[in-house]
């Protein structure tokens, strides 16, 4: 919530949330899905609609992101 409201004070709006690609080293910053979507409702709660950003996963072979 810090984040998207400090964002939208330098003018930026917050539009895509991603879910980290599986990689060495990266998984201390990973969460499940379902942690992911509880997340993004708590946002929702919160904050205006602008400033809650699309959860997304970014798939292999599809032409956009997936939303989640």
Known sequence: MEL???LFDAKVIPYYLHQ???VAGASHFAVSD???????QQL??????FLVPKLV???AGE???TPL
Do not use: F, V
């Not at 379902?34 to 993004?40: F, Q, Y």
């Open 20 to 22: 980290l690609d599986k």
């Open 57 to 59: 996963r970014e798939i």
């Open 44 to 49: 929702r709660a919160r904050l205006p609609g």
């Open 34 to 40: 379902e942690r992911a979507r509880e997340l993004e």
């Open 63 to 65: 032409a956009s992101k």
């Open 4 to 6: 998207s409201e400090a």
